[in-house]
Each structure stands twice: as structure tokens, then as C-alpha cells.
């Protein structure tokens, strides 16, 4: 599957802004999806991840300002960001996999399969 992450751009401080993966192929419904993050200097980080089922899970820090969520008629998943904050400035990337535990859906070491990145810019 190859995936293309778009939605990116500079919104001020407390904004909104919505992040698209879009996937090939006709089995998307099968992937679980995974958002990370990777700030200037910083380790790519766990942002939200959704399973086949539907079912739903973040960072601790983003519950509640981010929620993310997939339209399989589209083969797209959405990250929806609200709130936004100086420091949710990152390149943001889309990422999926066939089989992924849940114990494992936090880790980006189990997603075989990236889109490019979109970039996040957050002004104060």
C-alpha cells in the first residue's frame, strides 16, 4: 500500500487542522493506521493510531485536542487537531501495517509502510 499524508500548513496558536493519509488499493480497510510526529531535534513520537475494528488510541497528551479517524469508502484517515500548540509543531507522518498487536501500536518500528510527511507549523 503506499500512503500519502497531506493537510498540513501554519495555523496560529489554538487553531484547527485536519491531516489526511490517503492510501492505494482496495484493502485498506485491512491496515491498522498509525499517526507519529517528529519534531526539529526530537525522537518521532506516538500521536494516535486507529485498528481495522475501528477502535481508537493516543498519546496521553493528545486525547482530547486530537482525534483520529478513517473512511475506508476513501481509503483515507484523518487526524483531526484542535487546540493546536507551539510545541504540536512537527512533521507529521501516516503509517500502517497489516498485523499489529495492540501492545505494539505505539511503536514505529511495526509499521511497514509510511507516507512522506506533512508539515505542521504552529504560530503563537
Known amino acids: 500500500v503506499q500512503l500519502q499524508a497531506s493537510g498540513g500548513g501554519l495555523v496560529q496558536a489554538g487553531g484547527s487542522l485536519r491531516l489526511s493519509c490517503a492510501a492505494s488499493?482496495?484493502?485498506?480497510?485491512?491496515?491498522?493506521v498509525g499517526w507519529f510526529r517528529q519534531a526539529p531535534g526530537k525522537e518521532r513520537e506516538f500521536v494516535a493510531a486507529?485498528?481495522?475494528?475501528?477502535?481508537?488510541y493516543y498519546a496521553d497528551s493528545k486525547k482530547g485536542r486530537f482525534t483520529i479517524s478513517r473512511d475506508n469508502a476513501k481509503n483515507t484517515v484523518y487526524l483531526q487537531m484542535n487546540s493546536l500548540k507551539q510545541e504540536d509543531t512537527a512533521v507529521y507522518y501516516c503509517?500502517?501495517?497489516?498485523?499489529?498487536?495492540?501492545?505494539?501500536?505505539?511503536?514505529?518500528?511495526?509499521?511497514?509502510?509510511w507516507g512522506q510527511g506533512t508539515l505542521v507549523t504552529v504560530s503563537s
Open positions: 488499493g482496495r484493502t485498506f480497510s485491512r491496515y491498522a
Open positions: 486507529i485498528r481495522q475494528s475501528g477502535a481508537t
Open positions: 503509517a500502517a501495517d497489516l498485523s499489529i498487536i495492540l501492545s505494539s501500536l505505539t511503536s514505529s518500528q511495526y509499521y511497514g509502510y
